[in-house]
């Protein structure tokens, strides 16, 4: 490791390491604008100069571009360094504009700190200016070209980094230009970044634009809800109102970068028309007066009814809280436990996937840039999640090989080789593929059922000669690599699967190399959820009010509880007359279960619907009694686990309330004095339900239950989340390996589709099928129309044409979208997104099959 010494600071390094990184080391700040730690060294600017007195290197050189060497000695404070940078200032400087004070990036510039700190205050050249054309590059970025002082860095994030062309540099020397060929919005779902890298006010946002500066709002870290990955994010909030997101430093999750949909996807948070007042029907209700009807209510239903008549139903997005609290709640009652998911069938895939992830495979987002294989299986990641996709690009610029095995036309930002393979085939090709890689001598040193397992995987996938090729060539990518990483969706795929792509994690691990596993799941907390679903740790089944190491805590329910009903069996139950109440926990069925007739119809039925939400979401309007609740960024922490089991915790960013804009026309302080806060009326679901239960007679004298002492008893993982503070980075909620688990089930034969049937798969885009994101203006102003993708195999048995308008014959009625062809897809099958725009949720069952009658091409 080079030893070297920087104003008389001795330090040593590792190998690769340059001078102005070493600096920072020292805490010395080495002036530089074309230097991101994400992005390296490209010696643009020439601000970072410094002196070097000894070693390989003498004189003014620039330390971005300068490796530390052994026995290099380096001035920053040097006269000739320090004229050097001034005179560099200068010549930025020369043609900026001077308007700072209208300049969103005023008071957070990298130029004023840089300009203030190298000593220059007055323009001597007494020459116009240079000046550009701005453009209209979309709804969220604001383009002030006049501003840049070429430094390069959105183009090198932009087209290097990020994978996307349509932003680039044009003309040359002092008339670089950075922008696209023509007006238009930007291509890239990461465009917001170029924001936060620029170091100047060329690109800033323009949704908070003219808002407030930084010093105005009230800021505090917070977490991206709007897929599993759980990126870090700084909220900004001004008058009760979020009104900007930023990227937040997270080193082992989304690094410097966020994607746009979890930038701009808050304006849920501050709807007008989001629920602030409790409400007995249409009308709104006193607090108190609400809850204890709630509760009496509850109460009465349970006598009346017993306990089976109550059932509660969290979500994906509940903070780990609200789903630790609506089971608590749940266990009090003595009601089944609550049901976090609409779909049965992704229920089970998502429990099968948290089952298996255990610290032997589980890696992280940004272990995924070290893969030197990646192969992903029924995943989308630009449209599942984006952050995803920019890891995997980083991966592949470093030499990674990347496989794409997915029934559906996937585009990613980087070179990869795709295998359009159906639902049903997905287990066989991966299968085909790992026994390709592993060497007879690597077979014969597996345990028994990994042998087993292996053997069991199928030699070839597919018949047609090209494809069984193609899965030859990437064997042998994979049998030559040390560190592959198995990314799995747990959408599209086969309940089979992701025990399946656990095992062939294992299988790899035998054979010698570093193998990871990387899911994705269906919401910020799905993980979280699965975990509170797991069946109770066997200790804590104990004589009734007694653990089996103590008493228990007054009003502490003891013992496993009931297990929950699939959401089938609830709706089944409603219609039954079985089900008498609902409790909803921020959780909409008529945005989650695919047959929104069948819901309305069912709710009708209950004698108390019960919606505890911050969305004003159709199940809110049906709703007997609400409760709103706050989102992630109001009054009190929340806990979030992402899909690799890490949990994190968002802070509150402002204490709540209405947003002063929607109570005060003229957005101005009003000038009276009130003992509350307008709106400030919601709480966390965890308070609600802690009311519920003490205003409910029976338990009056119920006492506060630690929940998280509560929860550790029932899961011995949530027992380490009381040391939270202590991991800054998150605490990992991953169980011990389980090796009685592992290759449990031998792979399955491919499965076949009926003939002259396609298989319909609803899919996830990046824009306009995610809950929270789709309740935002801005977002819907970027979203695309939204297609029926087709293999022109398929298109051609209904007659269909690219951009003709198809009529989908769905078994709850019909639905007209436009057709796009994608020959790079699986045939058989048609793929349709979740779109806000369609009214998809006609669908009788978790699968459907269309034959070319039920897709019937729109005359005219």
Same mark, same amino acid.
């Given at each position: 490791?080079?030893?070297?010494?920087?104003?008389?600071?001795?330090?040593?390094?590792?190998?690769?390491?340059?001078?102005?990184?070493?600096?920072?080391?020292?805490?010395?700040?080495?002036?530089?604008?074309?230097?991101?730690?994400?992005?390296? @060294?490209?010696?643009?600017?020439?601000?970072?100069?410094?002196?070097?007195?000894?070693?390989?290197?003498?004189?003014?050189?620039?330390?971005?571009?300068?490796?530390?060497?052994?026995?290099?000695?380096?001035?920053?404070?040097?006269?000739?360094?320090?004229?050097?940078?001034?005179?560099?200032?200068?010549?930025?400087?020369?043609?900026?504009?001077?308007?700072?004070?209208?300049?969103?990036?005023?008071? /957070?510039?990298?130029?004023?700190?840089?300009?203030?700190?190298?000593?220059?205050?007055?323009?001597?050249?007494?020459?116009?200016?240079?000046?550009?054309?701005?453009?209209?590059?979309?709804?969220?970025?604001?383009?002030?070209?006049?501003?840049?002082?070429?430094?390069?860095?959105?183009?090198?994030?932009?087209?290097?980094?990020?994978?996307?062309?349509?932003?680039?540099?044009?003309?040359?020397?002092?008339?670089?230009?950075?922008?696209?060929?023509?007006?238009?919005?930007?291509?890239?779902?990461?465009?917001?970044?170029?924001?936060?890298?620029?170091?100047?006010?060329?690109?800033?946002?323009?949704?908070?634009?003219?808002?407030?500066?930084?010093?105005?709002?009230?800021?505090?870290?917070?977490?991206?809800?709007?897929?599993?990955?759980?990126?870090?994010?700084?909220?900004?909030?001004?008058?009760?109102?979020?009104?900007?997101?930023?990227?937040?430093? /997270?080193?082992?999750?989304?690094?410097?970068?966020?994607?746009?949909?979890?930038?701009?996807?808050?304006?849920?948070?501050?709807?007008?028309?989001?629920?602030?007042?409790?409400?007995?029907?249409?009308?709104?209700?006193?607090?108190?007066?609400?809850?204890?009807?709630?509760?009496?209510?509850?109460?009465?239903?349970?006598?009346?009814?017993? %306990?089976?008549?109550?059932?509660?139903?969290?979500?994906?997005?509940?903070?780990?809280?609200?789903?630790?609290?609506?089971?608590?709640?749940?266990?009090?009652?003595?009601?089944?436990?609550?049901?976090?998911?609409?779909?049965?069938? &992704?229920?089970?895939?998502?429990?099968?996937?948290?089952?298996?992830?255990?610290?032997?495979?589980?890696?992280?987002?940004?272990?995924?840039?070290?893969?030197?294989?990646?192969?992903?299986?029924? %995943?989308?990641?630009?449209?599942?999640?984006?952050?995803?996709?920019?890891?995997?690009?980083? %991966?592949?610029?470093?030499?990674?090989?990347?496989?794409?095995?997915?029934?559906?036309?996937?585009?990613?930002?980087?070179?990869?080789?795709?295998?359009?393979?159906?639902?049903?085939?997905?287990?066989?090709?991966?299968?085909? +593929?790992?026994?390709?890689?592993?060497?007879?001598?690597?077979?014969?040193?597996? @345990?028994?059922?990994?042998?087993?397992?292996?053997?069991?995987?199928?030699?070839?996938?597919?018949?047609?000669?090209?494809?069984?090729?193609?899965?030859?060539?990437?064997?042998?990518?994979?049998?030559?690599?040390?560190?592959?990483?198995?990314?799995?969706?747990?959408?599209?795929?086969?309940?089979?699967?992701?025990?399946?792509?656990?095992?062939?994690?294992?299988?790899?691990?035998?054979?010698?190399?570093?193998?990871?596993?990387?899911?994705?799941?269906?919401?910020?907390?799905?993980?979280?959820?699965?975990?509170?679903?797991?069946?109770?740790?066997?200790?804590?089944?104990?004589?009734?009010?007694?653990?089996?190491?103590?008493?228990?805590?007054?009003?502490?329910?003891?013992?496993?509880?009931?297990?929950?009903?699939?959401?089938?069996?609830?709706?089944?139950?409603?219609?039954?007359?079985?089900?008498?109440?609902?409790?909803?926990?921020?959780?909409?069925?008529?945005?989650?279960?695919?047959?929104?007739?069948?819901?309305?119809?069912?709710?009708?039925?209950?004698?108390?619907?019960?919606?505890?939400?911050?969305?004003?979401?159709?199940?809110?309007?049906?709703?007997?009694?609400?409760?709103?609740?706050?989102?992630?960024?109001?009054? *009190?922490?929340?806990?979030?686990?992402?899909?690799?089991?890490?949990?994190?915790?968002?802070?509150?960013?402002?204490?709540?309330?209405?947003?002063?804009?929607?109570?005060?026309?003229?957005? /101005?302080?009003?000038?009276?004095?009130?003992?509350?806060?307008?709106?400030?009326?919601?709480? *966390?679901?965890?308070?609600?339900?802690?009311?519920?239960?003490?205003?409910?007679?029976?338990?009056?004298?119920?006492?506060?239950?630690?929940?998280?002492?509560?929860?550790?008893?029932?899961?011995?993982?949530?027992?380490?989340?009381?040391?939270?503070?202590?991991?800054?980075?998150?605490?990992?909620?991953?169980?011990?390996?389980?090796?009685?688990?592992?290759?449990?089930?031998?792979?399955?034969?491919?499965?076949?589709?009926?003939?002259?049937?396609?298989?319909?798969? +609803?899919?996830?885009? *990046?824009?306009?099928?995610?809950? &929270?994101?789709?309740?935002?203006? +801005?977002?819907?102003?970027?979203?695309?129309?939204?297609?029926?993708?087709?293999?022109?195999?398929?298109?051609?048995?209904?007659?269909?044409?690219?951009?003709?308008?198809?009529? +989908? /014959?769905?078994?709850?009625?019909?639905?007209?979208?436009?057709?796009?062809?994608?020959?790079?897809?699986?045939?058989?099958?048609?793929?349709?997104?979740?779109?806000?725009?369609?009214?998809?949720?006609?669908?009788?069952? *978790?699968?459907?099959?269309?034959?070319? @009658?039920?897709?019937?091409?729109?005359?005219?």
């Amino acid at each position: 490791m080079p030893k070297l010494t920087i104003d008389r600071l001795e330090v040593e390094v590792p190998e690769g390491t340059n001078v102005l990184e070493a600096a920072e080391l020292l805490g010395i700040m080495i002036p530089r604008f074309c230097y991101h730690p994400a992005l390296g @060294s490209v010696g643009a600017c020439r601000v970072c100069a410094v002196m070097f007195l000894e070693g390989p290197v003498k004189g003014v050189e620039m330390s971005c571009m300068t490796k530390a060497a052994d026995g290099m000695v380096v001035s920053t404070t040097h006269p000739e360094a320090m004229d050097f940078r001034r005179y560099v200032i200068e010549w930025l400087m020369m043609n900026h504009p001077l308007d700072c004070p209208v300049c969103d990036e005023g008071g /957070h510039c990298l130029l004023q700190d840089e300009t203030v700190s190298g000593g220059h205050g007055i323009r001597r050249y007494p020459g116009p200016k240079r000046t550009y054309r701005d453009q209209y590059l979309g709804v969220f970025v604001q383009h002030e070209m006049n501003r840049c002082i070429q430094c390069w860095r959105c183009r090198r994030f932009y087209q290097e980094f990020a994978g996307y062309r349509d932003l680039g540099a044009m003309q040359i020397g002092n008339r670089t230009y950075f922008g696209r060929a023509s007006d238009g919005a930007l291509e890239s779902p990461f465009a917001g970044n170029i924001i936060d890298i620029c170091p100047t006010g060329v690109f800033t946002d323009k949704p908070s634009r003219f808002i407030g500066r930084r010093w105005d709002f009230e800021r505090g870290p917070s977490l991206c809800l709007h897929c599993s990955l759980g990126c870090n994010t700084v909220a900004s909030a001004k008058y009760r109102e979020v009104v900007r997101l930023e990227a937040r430093l /997270h080193e082992q999750v989304n690094g410097y970068f966020i994607c746009d949909r979890g930038r701009y996807g808050f304006a849920y948070a501050s709807l007008p028309e989001r629920p602030r007042r409790a409400r007995l029907g249409e009308p709104e209700a006193p607090w108190e007066e609400a809850v204890q009807a709630a509760a009496q209510g509850l109460a009465k239903i349970s006598r009346t009814y017993g %306990a089976g008549a109550v059932a509660c139903v969290g979500s994906a997005r509940n903070s780990l809280e609200t789903q630790g609290a609506l089971k608590l709640f749940c266990r009090t009652h003595g009601w089944r436990d609550p049901q976090f998911f609409w779909d049965p069938a &992704l229920e089970r895939k998502v429990k099968a996937a948290v089952g298996r992830l255990d610290n032997r495979l589980a890696v992280s987002l940004r272990q995924i840039e070290d893969a030197d294989f990646i192969v992903a299986v029924g %995943a989308d990641p630009v449209n599942e999640a984006p952050m995803l996709a920019l890891a995997m690009r980083q %991966a592949q610029r470093r030499g990674a090989v990347i496989v794409v095995l997915d029934p559906r036309p996937v585009f990613l930002p980087c070179g990869f080789e795709p295998l359009a393979a159906p639902p049903g085939y997905l287990d066989a090709a991966l299968g085909a +593929l790992v026994k390709g890689a592993i060497s007879g001598e690597q077979a014969a040193g597996l @345990s028994p059922a990994a042998r087993a397992f292996f053997d069991a995987l199928p030699a070839g996938y597919a018949a047609e000669t090209a494809q069984t090729e193609q899965v030859r060539k990437w064997a042998a990518a994979l049998q030559k690599s040390r560190k592959p990483v198995v990314v799995c969706g747990t959408d599209i795929v086969r309940e089979t699967t992701p025990s399946m792509v656990a095992d062939v994690g294992l299988l790899l691990k035998q054979a010698g190399k570093a193998a990871g596993l990387f899911y994705l799941l269906p919401g910020a907390n799905a993980c979280g959820a699965a975990l509170l679903m797991a069946p109770d740790d066997p200790v804590a089944a104990g004589a009734p009010g007694q653990w089996p190491w103590g008493p228990a805590a007054a009003g502490e329910p003891v013992g496993p509880g009931v297990p929950a009903l699939n959401a089938e069996e609830i709706l089944a139950g409603i219609e039954q007359g079985e089900i008498k109440a609902l409790v909803l926990a921020e959780s909409d069925p008529f945005w989650l279960w695919g047959d929104t007739e069948r819901v309305g119809l069912a709710l009708e039925r209950l004698d108390l619907l019960m919606v505890l939400d911050y969305l004003p979401s159709p199940a809110l309007q049906r709703a007997h009694v609400v409760l709103p609740t706050i989102p992630v960024f109001e009054r *009190t922490a929340a806990n979030y686990v992402n899909q690799e089991g890490r949990l994190q915790a968002a802070a509150p960013v402002h204490a709540g309330g209405a947003p002063l804009a929607q109570i005060s026309p003229d957005v /101005h302080p009003p000038r009276t004095f009130l003992n509350h806060v307008p709106g400030g009326d919601p709480r *966390t679901p965890a308070e609600i339900l802690q009311e519920l239960t003490r205003a409910a007679s029976e338990l009056k004298a119920a006492g506060r239950v630690d929940l998280w002492a509560w929860l550790g008893r029932q899961n011995p993982l949530f027992g380490q989340v009381k040391p939270l503070k202590e991991h800054p980075e998150g605490l990992r909620l991953l169980p011990e390996a389980k090796a009685e688990e592992d290759f449990a089930a031998l792979p399955q034969p491919p499965e076949e589709p009926p003939a002259d049937a396609a298989e319909l798969l +609803l899919v996830d885009w *990046t824009f306009g099928t995610e809950e &929270l994101a789709a309740y935002s203006p +801005l977002i819907r102003e970027a979203e695309a129309e939204p297609v029926l993708s087709m293999h022109p195999q398929e298109a051609a048995k209904s007659d269909l044409a690219d951009g003709d308008r198809a009529r +989908l /014959h769905l078994p709850r009625g019909t639905l007209e979208v436009r057709v796009k062809l994608a020959p790079a897809m699986a045939p058989g099958v048609v793929v349709l997104p979740r779109h806000r725009r369609l009214d998809w949720r006609k669908l009788a069952g *978790t699968r459907v099959y269309l034959d070319p @009658s039920h897709i019937v091409k729109v005359q005219g």
